[in-house]
Protein backbone atom coordinates (compact mmCIF):
# COMPACT_ATOMS: atom_id res chain seq x y z
CA UNK A 1 0.00 0.00 0.00
CA UNK A 2 1.37 3.18 -0.80
CA UNK A 3 1.85 5.70 2.11
CA UNK A 4 -0.24 8.09 0.25
CA UNK A 5 -3.00 7.70 -2.29
CA UNK A 6 -3.30 9.86 -5.68
CA UNK A 7 -7.25 9.07 -4.86
CA UNK A 8 -9.16 8.01 -1.72
CA UNK A 9 -12.64 7.65 -3.10
CA UNK A 10 -14.94 7.35 -0.03
CA UNK A 11 -18.41 5.43 -0.88
CA UNK A 12 -18.46 2.23 -3.24
CA UNK A 13 -21.75 2.87 -4.48
CA UNK A 14 -22.05 3.04 -8.43
CA UNK A 15 -20.40 6.21 -8.88
CA UNK A 16 -17.68 5.29 -6.16
CA UNK A 17 -16.62 2.09 -7.96
CA UNK A 18 -16.88 4.11 -11.37
CA UNK A 19 -14.84 6.91 -10.02
CA UNK A 20 -12.36 4.53 -8.59
CA UNK A 21 -12.11 2.24 -12.06
CA UNK A 22 -11.62 5.39 -14.17
CA UNK A 23 -9.15 6.81 -11.64
CA UNK A 24 -7.18 3.42 -11.59
CA UNK A 25 -7.02 3.23 -15.61
CA UNK A 26 -6.07 6.32 -15.96
CA UNK A 27 -2.75 5.32 -13.86
CA UNK A 28 -3.35 6.46 -10.57
CA UNK A 29 -3.05 4.48 -7.12
CA UNK A 30 -6.60 4.19 -6.11
CA UNK A 31 -8.15 3.34 -2.58
CA UNK A 32 -12.26 2.80 -2.48
CA UNK A 33 -13.32 2.65 1.17
CA UNK A 34 -17.06 1.61 1.88
CA UNK A 35 -18.45 0.75 5.30
CA UNK A 36 -20.68 -1.83 4.27
CA UNK A 37 -18.98 -3.41 1.65
CA UNK A 38 -18.79 -2.66 -2.27
CA UNK A 39 -22.44 -1.65 -4.00
CA UNK A 40 -24.19 0.99 -1.92
CA UNK A 41 -27.70 1.34 -2.45
CA UNK A 42 -27.61 -1.49 -5.40
CA UNK A 43 -26.81 -4.29 -2.77
CA UNK A 44 -30.86 -3.74 -2.12
CA UNK A 45 -31.69 -3.99 -5.42
CA UNK A 46 -33.70 -6.53 -7.80
CA UNK A 47 -34.09 -5.63 -11.26
CA UNK A 48 -33.01 -2.41 -12.33
CA UNK A 49 -35.16 0.39 -13.97
CA UNK A 50 -34.23 3.28 -16.02
CA UNK A 51 -31.20 1.88 -16.44
CA UNK A 52 -31.27 2.16 -20.68
CA UNK A 53 -27.54 1.14 -21.41
CA UNK A 54 -28.07 -2.23 -19.61
CA UNK A 55 -29.90 -5.17 -20.35
CA UNK A 56 -33.66 -4.86 -19.41
CA UNK A 57 -33.22 -8.26 -16.54
CA UNK A 58 -30.19 -6.85 -14.71
CA UNK A 59 -30.33 -6.55 -11.07
CA UNK A 60 -28.72 -4.68 -8.66
CA UNK A 61 -25.93 -7.94 -7.98
CA UNK A 62 -25.03 -8.18 -11.26
CA UNK A 63 -24.17 -4.55 -11.44
CA UNK A 64 -22.51 -4.47 -8.16
CA UNK A 65 -20.40 -7.53 -9.78
CA UNK A 66 -19.83 -5.85 -13.08
CA UNK A 67 -18.75 -2.51 -11.32
CA UNK A 68 -16.38 -4.32 -8.82
CA UNK A 69 -14.59 -6.05 -11.53
CA UNK A 70 -13.87 -3.41 -13.58
CA UNK A 71 -12.59 -1.30 -10.84
CA UNK A 72 -9.81 -4.12 -9.13
CA UNK A 73 -9.00 -4.99 -13.16
CA UNK A 74 -7.80 -1.15 -13.13
CA UNK A 75 -5.56 -2.18 -10.30
CA UNK A 76 -8.65 0.03 -7.30
CA UNK A 77 -7.68 -1.51 -3.82
CA UNK A 78 -10.97 -1.79 -1.70
CA UNK A 79 -11.25 -1.08 1.72
CA UNK A 80 -13.85 -1.59 4.59
CA UNK A 81 -14.19 1.15 7.29
CA UNK A 82 -16.75 4.24 7.92
CA UNK A 83 -14.63 7.23 7.31
CA UNK A 84 -14.75 9.14 10.23
CA UNK A 85 -13.44 12.40 9.16
CA UNK A 86 -11.64 14.11 6.59
CA UNK A 87 -8.88 16.22 7.51
CA UNK A 88 -7.94 19.34 5.42
CA UNK A 89 -4.06 19.75 4.78
CA UNK A 90 -1.57 18.84 2.63
CA UNK A 91 -1.64 15.53 1.85
CA UNK A 92 -5.52 15.31 2.63
CA UNK A 93 -6.32 12.73 5.95
CA UNK A 94 -9.27 10.34 5.68
CA UNK A 95 -9.92 9.01 9.05
CA UNK A 96 -11.43 5.13 10.09
CA UNK A 97 -12.07 3.95 13.32
CA UNK A 98 -9.17 1.32 12.21
CA UNK A 99 -6.55 3.16 10.18
CA UNK A 100 -5.67 7.15 8.34
CA UNK A 101 -5.06 6.86 4.99
CA UNK A 102 -3.21 10.13 3.23
CA UNK A 103 -4.21 11.32 -0.11
CA UNK A 104 -3.42 13.90 -2.79
CA UNK A 105 -7.59 13.54 -3.84
CA UNK A 106 -10.33 12.50 -2.65
CA UNK A 107 -13.74 11.39 -4.35
CA UNK A 108 -16.43 11.72 -1.75
CA UNK A 109 -19.25 9.29 -3.61
CA UNK A 110 -21.16 8.25 -0.16
CA UNK A 111 -24.69 8.78 -1.13
CA UNK A 112 -27.80 9.41 0.89
CA UNK A 113 -28.24 8.22 4.88
CA UNK A 114 -30.47 5.21 4.93
CA UNK A 115 -34.31 6.53 5.37
CA UNK A 116 -35.64 7.58 9.25
CA UNK A 117 -38.61 7.88 10.32
CA UNK A 118 -37.79 10.09 13.78
CA UNK A 119 -39.82 8.72 16.34
CA UNK A 120 -39.10 7.85 19.63
CA UNK A 121 -37.83 4.24 20.20
CA UNK A 122 -36.86 3.69 16.51
CA UNK A 123 -33.65 2.07 16.82
CA UNK A 124 -35.88 -0.83 19.20
CA UNK A 125 -37.87 -1.69 15.94
CA UNK A 126 -34.44 -2.00 13.51
CA UNK A 127 -34.49 -5.16 11.64
CA UNK A 128 -37.89 -6.32 13.61
CA UNK A 129 -40.49 -4.06 11.81
CA UNK A 130 -38.30 -1.81 10.20
CA UNK A 131 -36.59 -2.34 6.97
CA UNK A 132 -34.97 -0.39 4.08
CA UNK A 133 -35.15 -3.28 1.83
CA UNK A 134 -38.56 -4.50 -0.40
CA UNK A 135 -36.49 -6.77 -2.93
CA UNK A 136 -34.71 -8.57 0.11
CA UNK A 137 -37.36 -8.25 3.18
CA UNK A 138 -40.26 -8.10 1.19
CA UNK A 139 -40.83 -11.62 0.79
CA UNK A 140 -41.61 -12.20 4.55
CA UNK A 141 -44.77 -10.23 4.56
CA UNK A 142 -46.74 -12.12 1.82
CA UNK A 143 -49.98 -11.60 1.88
CA UNK A 144 -49.95 -9.09 4.95
CA UNK A 145 -50.02 -5.56 5.41
CA UNK A 146 -47.00 -3.55 5.01
CA UNK A 147 -46.39 0.54 5.14
CA UNK A 148 -44.08 2.17 3.07
CA UNK A 149 -42.71 5.87 4.36
CA UNK A 150 -41.62 8.50 2.32
CA UNK A 151 -42.36 10.06 -1.04
CA UNK A 152 -40.28 10.74 -4.41
CA UNK A 153 -40.41 7.57 -7.24
CA UNK A 154 -38.00 5.30 -5.04
CA UNK A 155 -40.43 5.41 -2.43
CA UNK A 156 -43.37 4.72 -4.95
CA UNK A 157 -41.12 2.14 -6.30
CA UNK A 158 -40.70 0.04 -3.02
CA UNK A 159 -44.56 0.41 -2.81
CA UNK A 160 -45.41 -1.30 -6.45
CA UNK A 161 -42.92 -4.16 -5.62
CA UNK A 162 -44.54 -5.06 -2.07
CA UNK A 163 -47.87 -4.47 -3.86
CA UNK A 164 -47.25 -7.43 -6.05
CA UNK A 165 -46.24 -9.62 -2.92
CA UNK A 166 -48.34 -8.27 0.21
CA UNK A 167 -51.91 -7.97 0.67
CA UNK A 168 -52.31 -4.69 1.09
CA UNK A 169 -49.59 -1.52 0.69
CA UNK A 170 -50.26 2.08 2.92
CA UNK A 171 -47.94 4.47 1.57
CA UNK A 172 -47.46 6.93 3.73
CA UNK A 173 -45.67 10.62 2.70
CA UNK A 174 -45.47 14.24 4.16
CA UNK A 175 -48.57 16.23 3.14
CA UNK A 176 -45.74 18.83 1.84
CA UNK A 177 -44.37 16.09 -0.47
CA UNK A 178 -47.82 14.35 -1.88
CA UNK A 179 -47.52 16.15 -5.07
CA UNK A 180 -44.43 14.31 -6.14
CA UNK A 181 -46.74 11.09 -6.32
CA UNK A 182 -49.30 12.45 -9.32
CA UNK A 183 -46.89 11.30 -12.39
CA UNK A 184 -44.81 9.15 -13.57
CA UNK A 185 -44.90 5.13 -10.83
CA UNK A 186 -47.23 7.64 -8.16
CA UNK A 187 -49.70 7.47 -11.04
CA UNK A 188 -49.34 4.09 -11.32
CA UNK A 189 -50.15 3.11 -7.89
CA UNK A 190 -53.25 4.86 -7.95
CA UNK A 191 -54.77 2.56 -11.19
CA UNK A 192 -53.82 -0.79 -8.07
CA UNK A 193 -56.84 -1.52 -5.42
CA UNK A 194 -54.13 -3.08 -2.75
CA UNK A 195 -52.38 0.33 -2.41
CA UNK A 196 -53.55 3.74 -0.18
CA UNK A 197 -51.89 6.51 -0.18
CA UNK A 198 -51.84 8.57 2.73
CA UNK A 199 -50.70 12.28 3.15
CA UNK A 200 -49.31 12.22 7.00
CA UNK A 201 -46.73 11.03 8.98
CA UNK A 202 -45.94 7.85 11.13
CA UNK A 203 -46.30 9.57 14.66
CA UNK A 204 -45.54 6.47 17.00
CA UNK A 205 -44.38 2.87 16.94
CA UNK A 206 -45.91 0.21 19.26
CA UNK A 207 -45.03 -3.63 20.16
CA UNK A 208 -43.46 -5.39 22.56
CA UNK A 209 -41.17 -7.78 20.79
CA UNK A 210 -41.35 -7.05 17.30
CA UNK A 211 -43.40 -4.07 15.73
CA UNK A 212 -47.39 -4.55 15.80
CA UNK A 213 -48.95 -0.86 14.61
CA UNK A 214 -48.04 2.52 13.74
CA UNK A 215 -49.72 5.83 14.83
CA UNK A 216 -50.41 7.80 11.37
CA UNK A 217 -51.32 11.16 11.99
CA UNK A 218 -53.21 13.22 9.42
CA UNK A 219 -54.50 16.54 9.51
CA UNK A 220 -53.62 16.68 13.38
CA UNK A 221 -55.88 13.50 13.41
CA UNK A 222 -54.05 10.44 15.00
CA UNK A 223 -54.84 6.71 13.92
CA UNK A 224 -54.09 3.20 15.14
CA UNK A 225 -52.81 0.90 11.98
CA UNK A 226 -51.64 -2.44 12.42
CA UNK A 227 -49.05 -3.78 10.54
CA UNK A 228 -45.31 -5.83 11.18
CA UNK A 229 -43.56 -3.64 8.69
CA UNK A 230 -42.71 -0.89 7.49
CA UNK A 231 -40.29 0.45 4.78
CA UNK A 232 -38.48 3.44 5.50
CA UNK A 233 -37.24 5.80 2.86
CA UNK A 234 -38.12 9.20 4.35
CA UNK A 235 -35.87 11.85 5.86
CA UNK A 236 -33.18 10.75 3.61
CA UNK A 237 -30.33 13.19 3.39
CA UNK A 238 -26.49 13.17 2.16
CA UNK A 239 -24.15 11.01 3.86
CA UNK A 240 -21.48 14.16 4.53
CA UNK A 241 -21.37 14.05 8.42
CA UNK A 242 -17.74 13.23 8.22
CA UNK A 243 -16.64 16.25 6.48
CA UNK A 244 -17.64 18.17 9.50
CA UNK A 245 -18.57 20.96 7.70
CA UNK A 246 -15.22 21.10 5.20
CA UNK A 247 -17.51 21.20 2.20
CA UNK A 248 -19.87 24.00 0.75
CA UNK A 249 -23.82 22.63 0.48
CA UNK A 250 -26.98 23.41 -1.13
CA UNK A 251 -29.81 23.94 1.40
CA UNK A 252 -30.74 20.03 1.37
CA UNK A 253 -27.47 19.51 2.77
CA UNK A 254 -25.88 18.10 -0.92
CA UNK A 255 -22.27 18.89 -1.68
CA UNK A 256 -21.98 21.89 -4.10
CA UNK A 257 -19.89 21.33 -6.93
CA UNK A 258 -18.89 23.00 -10.17
CA UNK A 259 -19.09 21.32 -13.44
CA UNK A 260 -16.39 18.84 -12.68
CA UNK A 261 -17.87 17.79 -9.99
CA UNK A 262 -15.01 19.57 -7.77
CA UNK A 263 -16.65 20.76 -4.08
CA UNK A 264 -15.44 23.85 -1.66
CA UNK A 265 -12.05 22.15 -1.40
CA UNK A 266 -10.27 21.76 -4.50
CA UNK A 267 -8.79 18.69 -4.04
CA UNK A 268 -11.83 16.74 -3.12
CA UNK A 269 -14.53 15.66 -5.62
CA UNK A 270 -17.96 14.68 -5.08
CA UNK A 271 -20.44 12.22 -7.56
CA UNK A 272 -23.64 10.81 -7.15
CA UNK A 273 -26.09 11.40 -4.70
CA UNK A 274 -24.30 13.06 -2.22
CA UNK A 275 -23.83 15.83 -5.23
CA UNK A 276 -26.38 18.86 -5.13
CA UNK A 277 -28.84 18.51 -8.03
CA UNK A 278 -28.28 14.78 -8.30
CA UNK A 279 -30.96 13.18 -10.17
CA UNK A 280 -31.17 9.88 -8.26
CA UNK A 281 -30.59 7.36 -10.72
CA UNK A 282 -27.63 4.51 -11.24
CA UNK A 283 -26.97 6.00 -14.97
CA UNK A 284 -26.36 9.56 -13.70
CA UNK A 285 -24.11 8.12 -10.46
CA UNK A 286 -22.15 6.24 -13.18
CA UNK A 287 -21.78 9.21 -15.12
CA UNK A 288 -20.35 11.39 -12.10
CA UNK A 289 -18.41 8.62 -11.46
CA UNK A 290 -16.38 9.17 -14.53
CA UNK A 291 -16.84 12.61 -14.70
CA UNK A 292 -15.17 12.95 -11.54
CA UNK A 293 -12.45 9.96 -12.21
CA UNK A 294 -11.26 12.10 -15.43
CA UNK A 295 -11.33 15.40 -13.20
CA UNK A 296 -9.03 14.12 -11.04
CA UNK A 297 -6.60 12.67 -13.38
CA UNK A 298 -6.62 15.89 -15.07
CA UNK A 299 -5.65 17.50 -12.10
CA UNK A 300 -3.13 15.43 -11.02
CA UNK A 301 -1.51 15.25 -14.71
CA UNK A 302 -1.57 18.54 -14.87
CA UNK A 303 0.55 19.49 -11.38
CA UNK A 304 3.14 16.73 -11.83
CA UNK A 305 3.73 18.28 -15.28
CA UNK A 306 4.22 21.50 -13.48
CA UNK A 307 6.81 19.66 -10.88
CA UNK A 308 8.50 17.88 -13.87
CA UNK A 309 8.48 21.33 -16.03
CA UNK A 310 10.30 23.25 -12.92
CA UNK A 311 12.86 21.05 -12.52
C1 LIG B 1 -35.57 1.79 -3.12
C2 LIG B 1 -34.73 2.37 -4.20
C3 LIG B 1 -34.83 1.84 -5.48
C4 LIG B 1 -34.06 2.41 -6.51
N1 LIG B 1 -34.16 1.86 -7.76
C5 LIG B 1 -33.48 2.42 -8.79
C6 LIG B 1 -33.59 1.91 -10.11
O1 LIG B 1 -34.29 0.93 -10.35
N2 LIG B 1 -32.92 2.55 -11.11
C7 LIG B 1 -32.16 3.68 -10.88
O2 LIG B 1 -31.60 4.26 -11.82
N3 LIG B 1 -31.99 4.17 -9.60
C8 LIG B 1 -32.64 3.57 -8.57
N4 LIG B 1 -32.49 4.07 -7.31
C9 LIG B 1 -31.54 5.20 -7.07
C10 LIG B 1 -30.08 4.66 -7.06
O3 LIG B 1 -30.00 3.50 -6.24
C11 LIG B 1 -29.12 5.74 -6.55
O4 LIG B 1 -29.30 6.91 -7.33
C12 LIG B 1 -27.66 5.29 -6.67
O5 LIG B 1 -27.43 4.08 -5.95
C13 LIG B 1 -26.70 6.37 -6.15
O6 LIG B 1 -25.40 5.88 -6.21
P1 LIG B 1 -24.23 6.49 -5.28
O7 LIG B 1 -23.00 5.73 -5.65
O8 LIG B 1 -24.23 7.95 -5.39
O9 LIG B 1 -24.67 6.19 -3.77
P2 LIG B 1 -24.98 4.82 -3.02
O10 LIG B 1 -25.42 3.78 -3.96
O11 LIG B 1 -25.91 5.20 -1.92
O12 LIG B 1 -23.57 4.40 -2.39
C14 LIG B 1 -22.97 5.14 -1.36
C15 LIG B 1 -22.00 4.26 -0.60
O13 LIG B 1 -21.27 5.06 0.31
C16 LIG B 1 -21.08 4.33 1.52
N5 LIG B 1 -20.83 5.27 2.62
C17 LIG B 1 -21.66 6.23 3.09
N6 LIG B 1 -21.08 6.92 4.10
C18 LIG B 1 -19.84 6.37 4.27
C19 LIG B 1 -18.74 6.65 5.15
N7 LIG B 1 -18.79 7.63 6.06
N8 LIG B 1 -17.63 5.88 5.05
C20 LIG B 1 -17.54 4.87 4.13
N9 LIG B 1 -18.55 4.57 3.27
C21 LIG B 1 -19.68 5.32 3.32
C22 LIG B 1 -22.37 3.55 1.69
O14 LIG B 1 -22.16 2.41 2.53
C23 LIG B 1 -22.68 3.17 0.23
O15 LIG B 1 -22.12 1.91 -0.08
C24 LIG B 1 -33.20 3.51 -6.26
C25 LIG B 1 -33.10 4.02 -4.95
C26 LIG B 1 -33.85 3.45 -3.94
C27 LIG B 1 -33.73 4.03 -2.56
Given at each position: MPECWDVVVIGAGPAGLTAAQVAGASGLSCLCIDRLGPGGELINLGLLHDCPDLPPDTTGADLVTRLMDAATAAGVELAFGEVRELQRGEPRRIVTDDETYQARTVIVATGLTPGRLGVPEEERFDGVGLSHCASCDGPLYKGENVVVAGAGEWAAQEALDLAALAGHVTLICPEHEAARLSSGRGRQLAGLTNVTVIP????SLEGAEGLEAVVIERAAIQERHPTRAVFVQSNRRAALDFTRGLLAVEADGRACVDGDLC????QAYAAG?????????IASAIADGRRAGLAVARLLRGRDGEQQGGR
Amino acid sequence: MPECWDVVVIGAGPAGLTAAQVAGASGLSCLCIDRLGPGGELINLGLLHDCPDLPPDTTGADLVTRLMDAATAAGVELAFGEVRELQRGEPRRIVTDDETYQARTVIVATGLTPGRLGVPEEERFDGVGLSHCASCDGPLYKGENVVVAGAGEWAAQEALDLAALAGHVTLICPEHEAARLSSGRGRQLAGLTNVTVIPGRIASLEGAEGLEAVVIERAAIQERHPTRAVFVQSNRRAALDFTRGLLAVEADGRACVDGDLCTSDEQAYAAGDVRAGAPERIASAIADGRRAGLAVARLLRGRDGEQQGGR
